[in-house]
Every structure is written in structure tokens, then in C-alpha cells.
């Protein structure tokens, strides 16, 4: 698991990380810029990156190897070689954060945001992202390696659960906003523990549809 | 099933159980109290009482009601603590015809039960007298005798039912208690004590002796003589005398004409004539033109040819020590974009003082065209009482006003429009006038001396100690004068420093940034400031 988060870190660091961190730094900038830095803004800003990052990493794109590729020549187990993944792009978007860390002092200090509101929204973050490079990478694999269902399936789980009540509690979005509104931040333990029960059930799916694939899918078909 | 199918299913399980939430029912009930006997007076805080039966779980109370202007009020107590029967005082201040008040208690969003007031019918726009313990009779002279003068009504209340909240005394003219012996709360015996220093009137009938007294109670010292003054106030002890005699009376309780009494107490000192709100400077900018340089620097960095993570790293760090030092003093200035305006006034001696503030969030709701949920403003007074409350708006509702202690010593006068006007009292923690006067004169912005004849201002030479006589009043005072003209005609005896700048002991923080500044009043006698 290790080599693999390794791999991929590596790799987007020495071809994508000028890219994806000035993408991020261009498209927080202008949106906190026009606000004055509220914080809902900068959450969504923030949250956003986390879906891009989740979606570029679920299309694999700055993969060395794709899953299949690991668990077929490399004999990893699937769930091991998903989970590195998932890990690797939390990484990733931890680095994006902490160059976004300015713009979170400065909404902190300005609109009196505690510490532990900035905590829970990197949790809702880092959740977001994880959660949508989960659902890409199995519209990746679905849609036989040629990325066409990933926009649709990270598209459409944060949509969707945006948009039905009672999955709103696992949305990102709507996680930051609860944080934000003292009425409702008890729920915020309950969204994230749904969450992550969410993550992981997309984990165990795409575990699931790979397990009898061993070898190059694509390859037999 | 496998181990895989398994965990799916458990995790299956969580979701699911988490999305439908149980709901549970309890058998409440609630009663609701405003006034004394029934009567509240207008133009004037009255207290509320509410009572709880039943268990109380994590719920909240609502207080709904109309300003003078008719713009909705509300408040509201989150109840945290689970219990049986609680009860919640709760000032309210009563327009000149009265007003609808709504009591909503909700679990959640269920509303567990309602009750409504309409305070229309039962007001009294006179002086209110309350007796405790005194019979009908005598209470029925009382009130003929000093109606002889003013409009009066007698109120008998229980010990127990005199507010624990100073802001509850507020349209109490005065009170005629039989000594009930030191029974009374400290809470209460410290909102008669502030009573009495703003002019308020206590005669006790039939004093007890030395400790067994309620004097021995309220008073420092035991008192030697049959009348004696506290602050504007006076408390008469009457041992034997003709209570049944009209005339009596009359010479014990002296009650202004009711439209001009102006006591040293809330709804008498805080008029918004000619209060100018100064907004603080804005500067909505400046939080932007950061983002901007940092974003700028961040471009150049992402243009650079080499791999340079450990770049944006090192400018990470720079930038974020940068934006705390810049967050910091711009945080001073800034308030997220509200005016804040209070204004303080000191009761005589230590008894504490009365404050105003109006908060006038400006950045709520849409900004470049995008509607977002505007966020509760967090208003902390921090002195030996912490106190928290939230501006909070709602979808579909103004403003309101979330108490963090159902023993709250603050409470909304109005919602100003776009703003709120909250007024409340705080004790004061300084021994004597003296050390008060001096600590807010060291750190006055401006500070001005009246003593009913002349302005004084502090002395700039250098060789000249103390005050020097001004020919005309000054400047920034006559942008706040018919606010200090009311306070000047409750005791034209008394020398007034009136001033500028931030308060010694209390500190006011609007989203964690202390409001340094407020205006301030303090009447001391001329011997004393001398």
C-alpha cells in the first residue's frame, strides 16, 4: 500500500502539482476575493478543490498504474490497492490546504471562526474528496477503463446527495454549512460518521466488482 | 455471506439507522407570567416569568413579540439541561399600548407547547408600587393617598416573585415590604440594591432589629437613622406609625410627575434621539486585496519551470504568518462590517451599570448577487459574568437573540432595522466610585467633568494638575447631548463625567474581536470628584 501511495504522490508531484495547485490557488482567490473571505465561500472554494482533486485522482490521471494493473501484476489485493489510492489523493488535498492555509487565518480571525470549525471543515474536505475519487474510480472501472462514466458517477453522488434530504448529512456542502450554524453542528459527527460509512461502502463496491477480475479486464475482453 | 458482504452490510445498517431519527413525546405543560399582578406598565421592562412542568429535555423557548416600531422581537433560551420544571425571568419591555408576546416551547421542531399574552389589556401607564406582605387595608390607603398626586397602582407580590433580573425593576416606582428577615436571594438583594441607586424607593414596615433584619441583608452597614439614602434612592424604615393616615404615606413615598420621572434606569436613560450610529470603518477591501497579492505570488509560483513544491510550501508559511498579522489588525477595525455602538451608564457607588449596544450587522445576506445563508453573529460580554449570544437569522425570520444562560442579564429592546438593540445590566467589580472614575478617566479616548454649573476638561499643562473650566461644550459631546441632557435632568445636584473610550472591566467581543470603545456616564457628588 505504501508503494502505491508512494507512486502516486510522486508522480503528481513531478507532473501535476504546479497545475493543480494553481488551478486551486486561482479558483479560491477569486471566490473568497469578491466575498471578503466569508466562510462559507472559502469552505465552498475549498470544497470544490476537493472534488476536483477526488475526480482527477479517480480517473487516475496522474496514476503510474492503473488498479488493475496492481492487482493483476502485482497480485495486490483490490481493496488494498483502492485504499492506497483513496489515502494517496487525502494526501494530496492536504497539501492543497495547507497552501490555502492564509486564506483560512485570515476568514478565521475576520469572521471569528474557531479552530475547531476549521478542523471539522477540513474533515468535510478531505472526506469530499476521498469520497469522489471513490465514486470516479468506479465509473472509471464500469465504464471499461475509459474514464466516461467517472465525471458522471462524482458528479452524481454529490448531486445527489445534495439534492435528497436525507442524504444530505454526507454531502461536504452541506456538512460546511451545518458547521457554520451552531443550531445544527451536533449533526456534524452524525454526517461524518454517515460519511464515512458511505466511503467505505464505495470502497467495498469497487472491491467488490474487481475481486474477480485478475489479471487486464480490458485486456480480455 | 463473506466477510466483505458482511461489513457492507453493517455499514448498510449505520446509514441507514442514521437517517431515520427517533422521536419521542413527554407530557408538558407551561405557564406564563408578565408584570406584577396582572399589570404591565409601558414604556418600560416588565418581568416575565415562565414556568416549565414536566421534563425538559434539549429544547428551546421562544419569546415572540413586536418592538415600538412593530417590527418582531425574538429571544430565545436553548435548554440544555434535562430536568423537572424549570423557570426562566425574562424582562420584556412593554410598547406605550402594550404588546402581543408569543411563549413557544419546541423540542427540535416540534413545538411542545404555546402560549400567548396580550399585554393590551392590562396596562398601566402610572406608577407601579409593589407591597410585599402588607395587609389589603393599608395597601388600599397607599394607593388612595398617592393617587391623591400621580396615578398608582399597588402590585402585592410574594418574596419570591420580586425579579432576580435589575432590568425587572425598571417600572417600579417604589416598594412597601414588612421586614421579612434576610430571606431574600442574592441575586434579588443586588437587583434592589441597583433599584435603589438609579431612585428607586424601599419602605420597610415594622424593621426587624440587627441581623434578623433584611436591612442586615442589603445594607453594609446596619443602618442608625429612620431614612436613608442609597445611590439616587432612599430606603424608609417605619416601626410604629399611623399606617391607616393618608397623610402618612404622603410623607414617606414622594413620586414625580409619572411622564417626566426619569430614574437612573434603562427605558429612561437610553432614548435613541439623537444618537448618532458611527460606523466603524469598514474597509470590506481590504480582506480581498490580500487574497489578491497572495493569489498573484501564487500564480508566478505555479508558472515556475521546475518542480518546486518545497517552494509553495515555504510560501505557504510566509503567507499564512503574514495573513495572522494582518488578520489581526484588520480584525480590530473591522467587526465583520458592523456598527457597534454602546453606551454605559454607572449607577451611584458600586451597584453596577446599565449598558446599551446596538449591533448592527451589515454584511448579512447577498453580496455580488449571491444569496447565501447569512452567518449568527457571536456576541460575548465577558465580566464576572459570562455571558454568550447569538444574532442569529433566520430563512423565513429577522434577526434573533440566542441567550447562552436562562439567567441572562441582556435582552432585546428592538430590532433596529438591519440590527439589534440589546440592553442589559452588569454589577460592577471596583470597590469605590473613586477607583471607577479613575480607571475610566485613564483610559478615556475623551473625558469631560459637569458639575451642574460648568464643563471641565482635563488639564493639558503639563505643571497644572486636574480639571480646567471649557467655555463652550465640547465637540463630541454635543454629537451625544440629548442623550446626556435626559441623564443630566434625573439630578441636577449631582457632577456627571461623561466620556469616550474603553470600559475598565467589562469587555465586549462581537466574533471574538473585543469592541474596545463605548460611551460612558458616571454620576458622582461634586465633593467626590473633587
Redesign the interface.
Known amino acids: 500500500m505504501i508503494s502505491i501511495i508512494w507512486s502516486e504522490l510522486r508522480m503528481w508531484?513531478?507532473v501535476y502539482?504546479?497545475?493543480t495547485?494553481?488551478t486551486v490557488?486561482?479558483f479560491v482567490?477569486?471566490i473568497?476575493?469578491?466575498?471578503?473571505?466569508?466562510?462559507?465561500?472559502f469552505f465552498s472554494g475549498a470544497i470544490f478543490s476537493g472534488l476536483y482533486l477526488g475526480l482527477l485522482a479517480g480517473k487516475h490521471t496522474w496514476s503510474p498504474a492503473k488498479p488493475w494493473e496492481w492487482t493483476g501484476r502485482g497480485g495486490l489485493p483490490p481493496?488494498l490497492v483502492i485504499g492506497g489510492k483513496i489515502i494517496a489523493v487525502v494526501l494530496i488535498c492536504l497539501?492543497h490546504l495547507?497552501?490555502l492555509?492564509?486564506?483560512a487565518?485570515?476568514t478565521?480571525?475576520?469572521?471569528?471562526i474557531?479552530a475547531w470549525v476549521l478542523a471539522y471543515a477540513v474533515l468535510a474536505i478531505l472526506m469530499g474528496a476521498a469520497t469522489t475519487s471513490a465514486w470516479a474510480m468506479m465509473g472509471h472501472y464500469l465504464s471499461l477503463g475509459n474514464g466516461s462514466l467517472a465525471d458522471l458517477f462524482a458528479v452524481g453522488w454529490f448531486a445527489a446527495t445534495l439534492i435528497v434530504p436525507?442524504?444530505r448529512?454526507v454531502n461536504p456542502l452541506w456538512l460546511a454549512?451545518v458547521i457554520?450554524?451552531?443550531?445544527k453542528t451536533p449533526l456534524f459527527g452524525?454526517g461524518i460518521?454517515?460519511g464515512l460509512?458511505?466511503l467505505?461502502?464505495t470502497i467495498?463496491?469497487i472491491?467488490?466488482l474487481m475481486?474477480n477480475e485478475r489479471g487486464y479486464p480490458f485486456e480480455r475482453r | 455471506m463473506s466477510g466483505?458482504g458482511r461489513?457492507?452490510a453493517f455499514?448498510?445498517a449505520?446509514?441507514v439507522i442514521?437517517?431515520v431519527m427517533p422521536v419521542h413525546a413527554e407530557r408538558v405543560e407551561m405557564s406564563v407570567e408578565v408584570g406584577f399582578g396582572g399589570y404591565v406598565v409601558p414604556g418600560r421592562w416588565n418581568p416575565l416569568r415562565l414556568e416549565l412542568l414536566g421534563e425538559t429535555g434539549a429544547g428551546r423557548i421562544e419569546f415572540h413579540r413586536q418592538d415600538r416600531n412593530r417590527r418582531p422581537v425574538i429571544e430565545r433560551f436553548d435548554l440544555s439541561a434535562v430536568g423537572n420544571g424549570l423557570i426562566i425571568e425574562c424582562p420584556v419591555f412593554s410598547g406605550e399600548t402594550g404588546s402581543r408576546l408569543q411563549v413557544k416551547w419546541f423540542d427540535g421542531k416540534r413545538l411542545l407547547a404555546e402560549s400567548t399574552v396580550d399585554t393590551a389589556k392590562r396596562i398601566f401607564p402610572g406608577h407601579l408600587v409593589l407591597t410585599v406582605g402588607v395587609p389589603p387595608p393599608v395597601e388600599e390607603t397607599i394607593e388612595e393617598s398617592l393617587s391623591e398626586q400621580e396615578p398608582i397602582l399597588t402590585a402585592a407580590v410574594a418574596l419570591i416573585e420580586l425579579p432576580q433580573s435589575t432590568m425587572g425593576y425598571d417600572g417600579v416606582s417604589a416598594i412597601v415590604m414588612t421586614d421579612p428577615g434576610p430571606l431574600l436571594n442574592p441575586a434579588q438583594l443586588r437587583s434592589i440594591r441597583s433599584w435603589l441607586a438609579g431612585g428607586g424607593q424601599l419602605v420597610l414596615r415594622r424593621p426587624r432589629p440587627g441581623n434578623s433584619g433584611i436591612a442586615s441583608a442589603l445594607l453594609p452597614q446596619l443602618p442608625t437613622a429612620q431614612k436613608i439614602s442609597w445611590g439616587l434612592g432612599k430606603i424608609s424604615f417605619m416601626g410604629k406609625f399611623d399606617e391607616e393616615a393618608k397623610e402618612a404615606w404622603q410623607g414617606v413615598i414622594k413620586l414625580a410627575p409619572f411622564i417626566t420621572d426619569y430614574r437612573l434606569t434603562p427605558s429612561r436613560i437610553f432614548i435613541d434621539e439623537g444618537l448618532k450610529v458611527s460606523p466603524l470603518p469598514k474597509s470590506?477591501w481590504l480582506?480581498?486585496l490580500?487574497?489578491?497579492i497572495?493569489?498573484m505570488v501564487?500564480?508566478v509560483?505555479?508558472?515556475?519551470p521546475r518542480?518546486?513544491?518545497r517552494w509553495?510550501?515555504l510560501?505557504?508559511l510566509i503567507?499564512?504568518f503574514?495573513?495572522?498579522s494582518?488578520?489581526?489588525w484588520?480584525?480590530l477595525r473591522?467587526y465583520?462590517?458592523a456598527s457597534v455602538q454602546t453606551r454605559a451608564v454607572y449607577l451611584p457607588g458600586t451597584n453596577g451599570a446599565y449598558f446599551d449596544c446596538h449591533v448592527n450587522p451589515l454584511?448579512t445576506g447577498k453580496?455580488?448577487g449571491?444569496d447565501?445563508?447569512p452567518?449568527?453573529w457571536?456576541i460575548t460580554v465577558d465580566s464576572d459574568w459570562d455571558e454568550t449570544g447569538?444574532l442569529?437569522p433566520g430563512k423565513d425570520t429577522p434577526l434573533y437573540w440566542c441567550h447562552s444562560t436562562v439567567q441572562s442579564r441582556w435582552h432585546v429592546l428592538s430590532d433596529d432595522t438591519g440590527g439589534m438593540n440589546l440592553q442589559g445590566w452588569l454589577p460592577s467589580s471596583l470597590d469605590t466610585s473613586e477607583k471607577l472614575a479613575d480607571s475610566l478617566i485613564r483610559s478615556a479616548l475623551s473625558v469631560a467633568w459637569w458639575d451642574g454649573t460648568q464643563w471641565f476638561t482635563p488639564s493639558e499643562d503639563q505643571d497644572q494638575d486636574g480639571w480646567q473650566p471649557i467655555e463652550e461644550v465640547p465637540e463630541w459631546f454635543v454629537e451625544q447631548n440629548q442623550w446626556f441632557q435626559r441623564i443630566q435632568q434625573i439630578s441636577p445636584q449631582l457632577g456627571w463625567l461623561v466620556g469616550y473610550g474603553a470600559l475598565p472591566q467589562e469587555s465586549w467581543y462581537?466574533?471574538?474581536?473585543s469592541v474596545k470603545t463605548a460611551w460612558w456616564v458616571l454620576p458622582l457628588p461634586v465633593e467626590v470628584a473633587e
Open positions: 508531484e513531478q502539482a504546479q497545475k495547485l494553481g490557488l486561482r482567490a477569486v473568497t476575493a469578491i466575498s471578503i473571505v466569508r466562510p462559507e465561500m481493496l497539501v495547507i497552501v492555509t492564509p486564506v487565518i485570515l478565521s480571525a475576520l469572521w471569528g474557531p436525507p442524504f448529512l454549512w457554520l450554524n451552531p443550531e452524525k460518521i454517515m460509512a458511505l467505505f461502502l467495498f463496491a472491491g467488490i475481486r | 466483505i461489513i457492507v455499514l448498510l449505520l446509514f442514521n437517517v470590506p480582506p480581498g490580500f487574497v489578491t497572495w493569489a501564487g500564480i509560483l505555479s508558472r515556475m518542480r518546486s513544491l509553495w510550501l510560501f505557504s503567507a499564512s503574514l495573513a495572522f494582518y488578520s489581526q484588520l480584525a473591522w465583520r462590517g454584511y453580496w455580488v449571491v447565501y445563508q452567518l449568527p457571536d447569538l442569529s462581537v466574533q471574538k474581536t
